[in-house]
T-cell receptor, first 115, second 114 residues
């Protein structure tokens, strides 16, 4: 398996523009997670899905952020409009829903820079 | 509430020296503990995990960690580091019944010098 795939790897945009980050989880995994990593706040969980349904979005910073999972193999995280403080590395991760605690597998991340 | 504290933001060490990266957690319920490693420009990879049983856990690349309930710690150790161990290390905890909600520490950058 190719692992969790994220695109683009790098994104530079101007303040006010819409940004869409994409994620393909590992085939067969039914949990998908979006994280944000910054120097100031470390690694934060934004939202996670189970079987394409959002379960916990309490980490989404504000209404400018939205996430969707239209099918089991694709998810997007959208920021509209983007602001400089959104600059961060965004990670997607996926896991299996076996009994008990399951390892999360992370993608390589998307480095977002908002000018 | 659950939280994870990594006391050292950076740890410089010479090659072949031992290293310990510290992690403390706070939780009033049973916990499950993890160490992840992030190499430059890559995502996080699982290094080791403690779910139950023996408090000494061995992971990949010669790392090990010990769960100490009385001190609420889960420190990561390696007896002899290599240049290739240079990376950022994250401690994480799951507490209670939500097995999908990881709480990560702020990370420790390990810099191994020749």
């Amino acid at each position: 398996d190719a692992g969790v795939i994220q695109s683009p790897r790098h994104e530079v945009t101007e303040m006010g523009q819409e940004v869409t980050l994409r994620c393909k989880p590992i085939s067969g995994h039914d949990y998908l997670f979006w994280y944000r990593q910054t120097m100031m706040r470390g690694l934060e969980l934004l939202i996670y899905f189970n079987n394409n349904v959002p379960i916990d979005d309490s980490g989404m910073p504000e209404d400018r952020f939205s996430a969707k999972m239209p099918n089991a193999s694709f998810s997007t995280l959208k920021i509209q409009p983007s602001e400089p403080r959104d600059s961060a590395v965004y990670f997607c991760a996926s896991s299996l829903s076996l009994q008990g605690v399951n390892e999360q597998f992370f993608g390589p991340g998307t480095r977002l820079t908002v000018l | 509430a659950q939280s994870v504290t990594q006391l050292d933001s950076q740890v410089p060490v010479f090659e072949e020296a031992p290293v310990e990266l510290r992690c403390n957690y706070s939780s009033s319920v049973s916990v499950y503990l993890f160490w992840y490693v992030q190499y430059p420009n890559q995502g996080l990879q699982l290094l080791l995990k403690y779910l139950s049983g023996s408090t000494l856990v061995k992971g990949i690349n010669g790392f090990e960690a010990e769960f100490n309930k009385s001190q609420t710690s889960f420190h990561l150790r390696k007896p002899s580091v290599h240049i290739s161990d240079t990376a950022e290390y994250f401690c994480a905890v799951i507490a209670g019944n939500n097995f999908n909600k990881f709480y990560f520490g702020s990370g420790t950058k390990l810099n191994v010098k020749p």
